[in-house]
Every structure is written in structure tokens, then in C-alpha cells.
Nanobody, 116 residues
């Protein structure tokens, strides 16, 4: 079955950087629209960034200019480079893959904490 596994979360000081990874197994990476979502305590899950199979990207206004989403088809992996992190970026980050024929899948989440 298809599985998405995130990694790279952790504790970082304000202004710092982290790179999250999401590796897809059980299926070819091709054809999936991939996205990062996040959920802070007491808040609804929100979309952070999206990348299509063709490489088109879009971002939430709150992260534009600070976060970069990318994908490496050879590694079946998607990334989220997060720079200039703020305390309000603290959340559990989830990756999601959507395929028109194979369905939608979520990862288990990785915690990102921005604090001094």
C-alpha cells in the first residue's frame, strides 16, 4: 500500500531553518500532486504549500518568501525548506499526496517547534 513518511522536524530558534522531507513508498511518485499542511494546537489544519507533478508551486500567504516546496522524482521524495522560522510556524506538519486514480494519502506528521 501507499505510505508517506515525513522526517526533519525538530526544535529551532526563531529565525532558524529546517528542511522537512516526505518520502512516498508503495507507488511511483509520478502523477501525484503533493502538499504540506500543518496543524497548530487548538487550530484547524491548514494548507502550507502545494507542488504539482509538473513542478508548479503555490504557497499560503503566511509562508511566501520564507518556505520553498520541491520534489525529487528519482528519490520519490518531497521537501519543504523553511527559512526565517517564526514561533507561529510551530505545528505538526503533514504531507499529503493526491492522485487522480490512486486516491489521497497522508503522512503521520512531524513536529516543528520554533522557540527560544
Amino acid at each position: 500500500q501507499v505510505q508517506l513518511v515525513e522526517s526533519g522536524g525538530g526544535l529551532v530558534q526563531p529565525g532558524g531553518s529546517l528542511r522537512l522531507s516526505c518520502t512516498v513508498s508503495g507507488s511511483s511518485f509520478s502523477g501525484y500532486v503533493m502538499a504540506w499542511h500543518r496543524q497548530a494546537p487548538g487550530k484547524e489544519r491548514e494548507l502550507v504549500a502545494v507542488i504539482t507533478s509538473g513542478g508548479t508551486t503555490s504557497y499560503a500567504d503566511s509562508v511566501k518568501g520564507r518556505f520553498t516546496i520541491s520534489r525529487d522524482a528519482a528519490k520519490n521524495t518531497m521537501y519543504l525548506q523553511m527559512n526565517g522560522l517564526k514561533p507561529e510556524d510551530t505545528a505538526v506538519y503533514y504531507c499529503r499526496g493526491d492522485h487522480w486514480a490512486k486516491g489521497s494519502y497522508w503522512g503521520q506528521g512531524t513536529q516543528v517547534t520554533v522557540s527560544s
